[in-house]
């Protein structure tokens, strides 16, 4: 087990989203990996997208930062 975290800017809100709330994510298409993200929900007419942490914080997630620069060509399954 390794322990990680996150370092950000800033914080603009924390809120409470129910499962129930929670809906599988769009098809984005431009870029957007979608194995990073597990779901969107709606609050107050805007989106809010959820990210899967265990996949961007995977070792391997971070082995593609480190080593390779890149998460897009790093990971298994980023070319399907």
Do not use: H, T
């Amino acid at each position: 087990r390794q322990d990680i975290g996150i370092i950000v800017d800033a914080v603009n809100e924390v809120v409470d989203i129910r499962q129930i709330e929670i809906e599988p994510p769009p098809s984005f298409g431009a870029g957007i990996r979608l194995d990073f993200i597990s779901g969107m929900a709606k609050r107050n007419g805007s989106f809010i997208i959820l990210l899967n942490v265990n996949r961007v914080l995977s070792m391997e997630a971070m082995a593609a930062l480190e080593f390779k620069g890149d998460f897009n060509s790093a990971l298994p399954g980023a070319n399907a």
